[in-house]
């Protein structure tokens, strides 16, 4: 089992930044990934970046240069910077944890919620 606890979102300008993390507890020796999906009103949730345990990063195209994922394995926790905001990162966060031993199993947090104002 781990359980993830999310930084809370906000209202930020378009153009603007805000940093959300991701603290794990638990089985924590067992995460493959950890990683943030955000959910859009009426769409699919999607990947919007995650960070493997060797260190590899994967991004969605959408926030390449304008995002950056990032951890502090003595805090447990996983960071999300995100910079240049648009309307369209509006949605609700969700921070995920992988783990794939003994058996592939995602971990969700609650969600928050960004909303980024034009």
């Known amino acids: 089992q781990v359980q993830l606890v999310e930084s809370e979102g906000g209202l930020v300008q378009t153009g603007g930044s805000l940093r959300l993390s991701c603290q794990a507890s638990?089985?924590?020796?067992?995460?493959?990934?950890m990683g943030w999906y955000r959910q859009a009103l009426g769409k699919q949730r999607e990947l919007v970046a995650n960070?493997?345990?060797?260190?590899?990063?994967n991004y969605a195209d959408s926030v390449k240069d304008r995002f950056t994922i990032s951890r502090d394995n003595a805090k447990n926790t996983v960071y999300l910077q995100m910079n240049r905001l648009k309307p369209e990162d509006t949605a609700v966060y969700y921070c995920?944890?992988?783990?794939?031993?003994?058996?592939?199993?995602?971990?969700w947090g609650k969600g928050t919620l960004v909303t980024v104002s034009s």
């Open positions: 960070i493997i345990s060797g260190g590899s990063t």
């Open positions: 995920n944890a992988l783990l794939t031993y003994p058996q592939s199993v995602n971990y």
């Open positions: 638990g089985s924590i020796f067992s995460i493959f990934a």
